[in-house]
């Protein structure tokens, strides 16, 4: 089977689910919510490009794959896959959980993923965050803080830092248009900082989610591009 042919399989697979559920988090941006899916709702992203421009050299990433499961009491669980064409297939894969015990108009919780071994990379790693949403009465504004660390064993050299970021979200209608700052330390080497726009537009049955990061540092990326489907379904 091609790739084009199985890409064109999962997509397909995604636009012929018949029932679907709100869906809330959270391509095509870095952030996350301090939110979980429904208990025994599956919640579907499909990355369908990511673009990342650096110094004039283009790589891109398709397709990237997450898959959330919801529990009761404020559990899901969380898995990660990306496939970089021309450089060995599968370049990331991670699985976790999320989990939310303070919920209100102020959510906080944790999320932590285990960073698992892919071709070429034998090591594992592991990272770990708090994560806080704040919603209006209106449930219009959405303000979402994420802040940890992270060791990955998987690079020849062993990476180790913090990440941080902060995502606010307009409701309005179908669409919900975010601004997102991200930014990223490895060890000693300079903080990597990315800001950008982003907007989910709900389509129905499924949700259609765009952004562009511009890089702020010298660290970051020119500028990376994210093309994602979304949908969701429950399993009673």
Known sequence: MTRG?????????????????PASAFPPYRSTDAGTADPWVFE????????RRDRGDSVYSSPLLRLNFGLPHAVELI???EVRPGHGGLT????????????GR????TETLL??????????????QLVATYRDRAERLRLHLNAGGFYDGRPEAA???????????????RYRPGLEVFARKIGSGP??????????VDVGRLDIRLGVHLGLTAAAPDVVLDAWGSTAFSLR
């Not at 990331?92 to 919920?103: H, S, Y």
């Not at 960073?115 to 770990?128: D, H």
């Not at 990476?159 to 209608?173: N, P, V």
């Open 5 to 21: 042919r199985l890409h064109a399989i999962v997509l397909l697979a995604l636009l012929c689910v018949i029932w679907t559920a």
């Open 106 to 109: 102020w959510s906080v919780g």
């Open 191 to 200: 903080v990597e900082v990315l800001a950008g726009p982003g907007v989910i």
């Open 159 to 173: 990476e180790k830092g913090w990440r941080a970021s902060a995502l606010a979200e307009i409701k309005s209608g």
């Open 79 to 81: 898995s990660e896959l």
């Open 92 to 103: 990331d894969a991670a699985l976790g959980a999320k989990w939310v015990p303070v919920r």
């Open 115 to 128: 960073l698992l071994p892919v071709p070429n990379a034998a090591g594992i790693g592991i990272e770990s």
């Open 44 to 51: 579907t992203r499909l990355g369908l490009l990511r673009l």
